[in-house]
């Protein structure tokens, strides 16, 4: 569900996270646009900005296909789980049809051959359980309703396999082809003639013939065909079965993920997880072109319709748009999934961005707003294997901010079961000149064990001193880390390095955590909290509870900042008051997750029962919560964070405060990212996501500077010349001739509307020429005045219709000759 109402209008929205490589992508005819499939939604990016413009929000369940409409290509069909295929105006993000099929939809596709109907593939009598799918054609009913229900539904093949990479049509719909295990089955419509091509099962020298995708060539009888052993085949002359024949391709190492033909057939493409682009000459396989290095395996190929562009789905959620001649033209990165998310999620205090793992050895910064990749931080510096046995990589497990954001330290293990553990902890100091964090130090083996938990020190403008560093090991220790000088004849620097080791009792430390203002250090020794001055690191306190490790720390912020907050692995919510040194109160919530705003005194709390998360919202002093809600996602929640906004929000009701000054965004267990928001999808983007202007979407060069200003200099002096007040009906018109044409009523209907508008406007022009006309025979005499003034109402006429036709005003003694030269006589002239 993409949407959880609850009370005071608090909904749960997907934020981001959605993958973009789930289908294969769409361009548009034009290749101004690419479309994708993402989640509940389908995405319109442009492919010049690679900013998305527009979402596409509708569906109830996962979008699992897209097609353009072959009669109209500014329309878009989309299938979904949920049962129903709805048409869309994707340039303006109308949605204008919805058809109901009642089962669920796996795929989608369209066919030239016949553009009344799509093809689908859906589970056989609607059982997705028993493994058996259908290739059908619907036929869309024509229904002036909002909402159809579909029920002419035709099997066209049975027996297919679910994936939509294995149906295909060619020749310009003339034929389908299916692939499924260790067959090929091509069918042909006007014939209705239908051919079975199997291959043995044998493995001979490792061969493995089982199929993986085809790909239908658009203009002749052939199909190409991706194995498990990474060989393609190229089928010719499948019209006759006793004439067909293929030749056997192999460059791919492993699995071909997917193949596909240009738009001419000139060429085909294919792609797997060795993160190459390949390009085959047809009918010239052996000269071959590749992309290298694109990133994670390769999921989806696609080609625009012109061929001019293609672009790959990988399986880092990314999607890269290539040129025809293997340049690659633009990135468009979602965030990175398929990784245990290690670090948490955090808030780089420079620029904004959530940060948490991305690629192997990475951390990914990811916009909130723009809901995309802003840029990955290489931590470990060593290349990925790739490999599809088990293979222990070296993993960034820890990682944290300072508040100023000029320092970051992370953590990286990797652990073998034949080798020791493997750890180092490196601290990275941000780079104003190249606007990224660069290498500072690098400490290996900080711990003997595996370091549970790290924390900077808040400098406030009270305290001062070195920058400072905590980490709690699972050796019993908890180390501080200072910043120092290390300078020396050749150069200036500053480096960390280890100040002081505390113990207690040889107990495991498994939190750390500073107060807001830096004067106190809260570490956790298993079942004990134990309170640490920063000035000389003496032991202040301890705090016990009944049985229970200690599995998070968070001390209150503002009023609330002499309260300290710790969850056990038991269940229990504990507040301690840090003035009495005494147990505030306590509670059994099973909290997973806590997390305390930065910005106000509330705190938030993930609970989980039967597989159920809530969410309470509450301040330490106080007995009851500020917010509550139930079964905000099924299964466990991951990770939490606020983040402050930029312009604090106004609410009135008291159940909205708490998202006043900043915004609380979770991590589910499917890893989407999730928020809290009083405001639907379709009210949270922006007038410029909403309209697709193609001005915006070209680049800014100097040309187009310069056009842009000559063009506005031209139409600043029409439109003075023009100026005239607007009927009263404008409002219609404009209405009328701002909205597509395809969503207008019919001509019928909007004529009587149109009419109305103009003699309206006609009457009351009429009514004021005629108040100017009697003013001026008032104050004209002469009968020639009155024909000048005419002459001059005349001139104003059509100075309203057109710039071109002004005429020059007289002066007042050009006006006395040109009336001395009408009253003269001159009929002589008729009796020469």
């Known amino acids: 569900m993409v949407e959880q109402t609850a009370r005071d209008d608090v909904r749960v929205i997907r934020t981001g996270g959605s993958k973009i490589n789930y289908r294969r992508p769409l361009f548009s005819t034009d290749n101004r646009y690419l479309l994708c499939a993402s989640g509940d939604f389908v995405k319109v990016y442009s492919t010049a900005t690679e900013e998305c413009v ?46 109901v099929v009642d089962f669920k939809l796996l795929a ?68 389908v082809a299916s692939v499924k295990s260790l067959e090929l089955c091509v069918l042909f419509f006007k014939r209705r003639k239908y051919y079975r091509f199997p291959l043995s099962s044998k493995d001979r020298k490792g061969a493995n013939n089982v199929f993986t995708c085809v790909a239908c060539h658009p203009k002749e009888d052939c199909v190409a065909t991706g194995h498990k052993d990474g060989k393609i085949r190229l089928w010719r002359n499948i019209s006759n079965k006793q004439e067909y024949t293929y030749s056997t391709q192999h460059w791919h190492h492993n699995v071909v993920n997917d193949l596909i033909f240009s738009a001419e057939g000139t060429s085909l493409l294919s792609g797997g997880v060795e993160s190459v682009l390949v390009q085959w000459q ?86 909130l707003q723009s809901d995309k990749q802003l840029y990955n931080l290489d931590i470990v510096q060593k290349e990925y294997i790739h490999q599809s046995s088990e293979l222990n990589q070296t993993q960034v497990v820890k990682a944290a901010f300072d508040c100023q954001g000029t320092w970051l330290v992370t953590v990286e293990e990797r652990k073998d079961e034949t080798t020791d553990l ?184 993930f609970t989980e029962f039967s597989q159920v998360t809530d969410l309470f919202v509450f301040k330490p002093n106080e007995p009851r919560p500020l917010y509550m809600q139930k079964n905000v996602c099924s299964g466990l929640v991951q990770w939490a964070l606020f983040v402050p906004r930029e312009f604090p929000e106004d609410y009135n009701s008291d159940g909205k405060q708490w998202l006043a000054r900043s915004q609380l965004y979770f991590l589910s267990a499917s890893q989407n990212l999730m928020t809290f928001s009083t405001e639907s999808v379709e009210e949270r983007l922006t007038s410029s996501s909403k309209h697709l202007v193609i001005e915006e979407n070209i680049p800014m060069t100097p040309l187009h500077v310069l056009l842009g200003k000559h063009r506005e200099q031209q139409t600043n002096f029409v439109s003075e010349a023009k100026q005239t007040a607007l009927p009263e009906g404008s409002a219609t018109i404009d209405e009328m001739l701002h909205t597509p044409a395809h969503v207008l009523p019919n001509a019928s209907f909007l004529c009587s509307m149109f009419v109305n508008s103009l003699m309206i406007s006609k009457m009351g022009t009429s009514a004021k020429e005629e108040e100017v006309e009697e003013m001026d025979s008032e104050k004209e005499e002469d009968e020639s005045d009155t024909e000048i003034t005419l002459v001059e109402d005349e001139q104003e006429t059509k100075e309203a219709y057109s710039a071109e036709e002004l005429l020059p005003k007289l002066t007042k003694s050009e006006q006395k000759e040109l009336k001395k030269l009408r009253k003269i006589d001159f009929s002589w002239i008729a009796t020469l």
């Open 108 to 175: 989608l596709y369209t066919s030239a051959a016949d553009e009344k109907s799509i093809f689908a593939i859906v589970p056989k009598d609607n059982n997705e359980i028993s493994g058996n799918f259908q290739l059908v054609s619907i036929n869309l009913p024509k229904s002036t309703d909002q909402e159809v229900a579909v029920k002419d539904v035709t099997v066209v093949l049975d027996d297919v396999h679910q994936s939509p990479k294995s149906i295909a049509f060619g020749r310009e719909g003339q034929f």
């Open 422 to 605: 493997e750890q180092q902890m490196k601290l990275w100091a941000y780079n104003e000149e190249q606007q990224s964090f660069a290498l500072n130090t690098m400490i290996n083996a900080p711990h003997e064990s595996h370091i549970s938990a790290l924390c900077f020190q808040n400098l406030t403008g009270s305290r001062s001193g070195p920058a400072t560093l905590v980490t709690a090991g699972l050796d019993c220790q908890f180390k501080v880390w200072i910043l120092g000088d290390d300078s020396d004849i050749y150069r200036k620097c500053v480096c960390w390095s280890c100040d002081f080791v505390g113990t207690y009792h040889h107990l495991q430390a498994t939190n750390c955590s500073f107060s807001e203002d830096g004067s106190l250090l809260a570490v956790s020794f298993e079942q004990i909290i134990t309170l640490w001055d920063p000035d000389t690191w003496d032991l202040k306190c301890t705090f016990c509870h009944p049985p229970g490790k200690i599995q998070d720390l968070a001390f209150g912020r503002l009023s609330c900042s002499k309260y300290l907050l710790g969850t056990t692995d038991n269940g229990f919510l504990c507040c301690w008051n840090l003035l009495s040194c005494s147990l505030e109160w306590s509670t059994r919530l099973n909290v997973k997750v806590l997390q305390v705003d930065p910005l106000s005194e509330n705190v938030a709390a």
């Open 282 to 367: 047809y009918k010239s396989e052996t000269k071959k072109n590749f992309l290298p290095r694109l990133g994670g395996a390769i999921e989806h190929i696609a080609t625009s319709p012109d061929g001019f562009l293609h672009c790959t789905s990988h399986s880092d959620n990314k999607i890269i748009t290539i040129q025809s001649n293997l340049t690659v033209s633009a990135i468009i990165q979602g965030l990175v999934k398929g990784q245990e998310v290690l670090t948490g999620l955090m808030l780089d205090p420079r620029s904004k961005a959530l940060v948490l793992n991305g690629k192997p050895g990475h951390l990914q910064f990811y916009s």
């Open 54 to 99: 527009r979402v596409l929000q509708g569906h109830k369940n996962l979008v699992t296909g897209i097609q353009l409409n072959p009669r109209n290509h500014l329309q878009l069909y989309s299938t979904s789980l949920d049962g129903t295929i709805r048409l869309w105006d994707f340039t303006d993000g109308i949605l204008m049809k919805t058809f």
